[in-house]
C-alpha cells in the first residue's frame, strides 16, 4: 500500500498537501508499459504509476464497426500532483499506431481522473494507454472498462454503495488539498428506512457532499473513514465552515452517530474551532422532515419556486424525482395519500412555492391532494407526473426532467425494488458548488431484466453518447440488466 505524509497547514498558508514518503509498489500488471507488452483486461482492475516515467497499457479486440466501449479511471490515491492521461490507440496494418481518442480531465466530476466513451470506426486491435501528466506522477487507481456506455458502481452492501458514490464523485480529495476541491458538508440519513431520505438529495447537492447512510446502531467504519476523507481538506487548508446533517430523529438515526461524528478528527477539529455544526434536522413525523430539509437548502443554496409533491410511502417515485429536483434546486415535499399533509401546505407557503408537480398515480398520491394543491396555486399550476407503474412513473419524470434542462443522452439506472442504492444515487445529477455531475435522469429498472421503459426512452431519445452508471450491486440491478441496457446503444439508431 502507498503510506503518505500529510503536511497540514494554517489558513492563508499555501496548504496542504501528500506527499509519498513510501514509494507506490508495481501493479500485477507490470509489465505493461508499451504496447507490445499490454495485457487483456478484466472490466474492473487495480492499477499504479509507481515512478513518474511507469504507463500503463491494455489491448482489446473489435470484431463489428459501431461497437461501442466506455473507459473510466478513478484515482484512489496518490501525491500531490497526480494527474491521469487516457489515450486510446488503433493498430494499423504497418503495425504503426494511430491515436483515435483521449482524455484530459473527467467532464463529470472535478477530478483528474479520465473517461472515453467511444463507438469503434472498423474492427481490428485497439489498446488503451494511462499515463501521468509531467513529472512526479505517482498514485493509485481503478480502470473501468465495458462494451456499451455504462458501468456498475456498488459497494459490497447498502452502506458502502453510498461511500463507493462519494469516492467516484471527490476522488481528488485523495491528493490535490490545496486546489479547492472540498465539501461543505455531509448528509446523513437512514439506510433502514427510506421516508427521509427522499428530499435528502437536493440538500446533498447544495452543500457539494454525499449522501451517506446510517445503520440501526451507528455509522460503519468505511463511512466514518470517508467522512474523514472528503472533510480533511476543508478542515486543515481551507477552514471553510461545514455542517453534517442528520436527517430523522433518533429512532431512524441513532444518537450514537453523533458520538461518532465527534470522535473523528476531522470534526473534532474543527468543532474545536468553532467552525463546524451537526444539525439534526427531524420533524414530528417525515413530512414535517421532509420541510425542514426544504427549509435548510433554501438557507444554503436557495430554491426555486417549483415543489415535488411525493406520497410519504412511495420511495420509488422520490427517487426518480431526485434527478429534476437536484437539477433545478427544486425540494421534494412529502404528502400523505388523501389529503395533502398540512406540513407540505404551510412549507409550500413559506418557501414561496408557486407551481407544484404531484409524483406519481393516484393510488400514492390522491386526486384529492391535487385539488388542495390546486386551491393554493391555480389549476395551471399544478400539473402530476405518473405512469401505470413505477417504472413507467419514472419514465414520466425523466422526461419532465429532459424538457427542464437534462441530458437524455446519459443516465443513472437503479433498482425500483432496492431503495437504498437508488436513494444515495440523486447527489451524482449535479454538485452546486462544482457545477459538476451526471447532468441526466434517474430510472428505474427491474432487477433482473432491464425494463420496458427505460428501452422505449432510449428509442424516443437516441442512443446514449456519453457514460452511464448502473447504481448498487447485482442483487439490486443484475448482470444481465446491466448488459441488456450497454446493448441498447447498438440496437437503437441516434
Request: hydrophobic letters at 40%; a negative charge.
Amino acid at each position: 500500500m502507498m503510506v503518505s505524509s500529510v503536511a497540514f497547514a494554517k489558513p492563508g498558508d499555501s496548504g496542504i498537501s501528500t506527499q509519498a514518503t513510501v514509494s507506490v509498489p508495481a501493479d500485477s500488471w507490470e509489465s505493461d508499459d508499451t504496447s507490445t507488452t499490454a495485457r487483456t483486461l478484466p472490466k474492473t482492475s487495480y492499477h499504479t504509476l509507481d515512478s513518474w516515467t511507469d504507463t500503463d497499457w491494455m489491448k482489446f479486440s473489435v470484431s463489428a464497426t459501431g461497437t461501442p466501449f466506455v473507459f473510466e479511471t478513478q484515482i484512489t490515491e496518490g501525491n500531490t500532483y497526480f494527474d491521469l492521461y487516457m489515450y486510446l490507440y488503433k493498430l494499423e496494418a504497418d503495425g504503426s499506431l494511430t491515436e483515435v481518442e483521449s482524455s484530459d480531465d473527467h467532464s463529470y466530476w472535478s477530478a483528474y481522473s479520465e473517461f472515453i466513451q467511444w463507438e469503434a470506426s472498423s474492427p481490428g486491435t485497439y489498446f488503451l494507454e494511462v499515463t501521468g501528466y509531467g513529472d512526479g506522477e505517482t498514485g493509485m487507481y481503478t480502470l473501468h472498462w465495458d462494451k456499451g456506455f455504462a458501468r456498475r458502481i456498488a459497494g459490497a452492501d447498502r452502506y458502502r454503495t453510498g461511500v463507493e458514490i462519494s469516492k467516484l464523485m471527490y476522488q481528488m480529495y485523495h491528493t490535490y488539498y490545496d486546489y479547492g476541491f472540498y465539501t461543505s458538508g455531509v448528509v446523513i440519513t437512514s439506510g433502514s428506512s427510506p421516508a427521509d431520505a427522499l428530499a435528502g438529495g437536493l440538500l446533498a447537492s447544495s452543500v457539494d457532499g454525499p449522501l451517506l447512510l446510517s445503520g440501526p446502531t451507528g455509522l460503519s467504519a468505511e463511512t466514518r473513514a470517508e467522512i474523514s476523507r472528503i472533510l480533511r481538506p476543508a478542515v486543515y487548508y481551507d477552514n471553510s465552515p461545514l455542517t453534517i446533517y442528520i436527517l430523522g430523529g433518533t429512532v431512524a438515526v441513532p444518537s450514537a452517530v453523533e458520538t461518532q461524528l465527534r470522535a473523528i478528527p476531522e470534526v473534532a477539529a474543527s468543532l474545536k474551532e468553532e467552525n463546524l455544526e451537526i444539525v439534526r434536522l427531524s420533524g414530528a413525523n417525515r413530512y414535517e422532515t421532509a420541510a425542514m430539509v426544504a427549509e435548510a437548502v433554501d438557507s444554503v443554496a436557495g430554491i426555486t419556486d417549483t415543489a415535488y409533491i411525493v406520497g410519504g410511502t412511495a420511495w420509488a417515485d422520490g427517487v426518480a424525482v431526485g434527478a429534476p429536483s437536484v437539477y433545478m434546486g427544486s425540494p421534494v415535499l412529502l404528502t400523505a395519500q388523501g389529503s395533502l399533509s398540512p406540513e407540505a401546505a404551510q412549507a409550500i407557503d413559506d418557501l414561496g412555492i408557486t407551481t407544484a408537480y404531484v409524483i406519481g398515480g393516484e393510488a400514492v398520491v390522491s386526486s384529492d391532494v391535487e385539488d388542495d394543491l390546486v386551491d393554493m396555486l391555480g389549476a395551471a399550476n399544478v400539473d402530476r407526473l405518473s405512469g401505470g407503474s413505477r417504472y413507467a412513473t419514472a419514465w414520466a419524470v425523466a422526461e419532465h426532467g429532459v424538457d427542464i434542462g437534462l441530458n437524455a443522452d446519459r443516465m443513472i439506472l437503479v433498482s425500483g425494488l432496492n431503495w437504498p442504492d437508488a436513494l444515495v444515487a440523486a447527489p451524482m445529477v449535479y454538485q452546486y458548488g462544482a457545477g459538476n455531475g451526471v447532468y441526466g435522469p434517474i430510472m428505474l429498472t427491474s432487477p433482473t431484466s432491464l425494463s420496458g421503459e427505460v428501452k422505449a426512452f432510449v428509442e424516443d431519445h437516441g442512443q446514449p453518447d456519453s457514460l452511464c452508471y448502473v447504481v448498487g450491486g447485482t442483487s439490486a440491478v443484475s448482470d444481465t440488466v446491466l448488459n441488456q441496457f450497454n446493448a441498447l446503444r447498438a440496437s437503437v439508431p441516434n
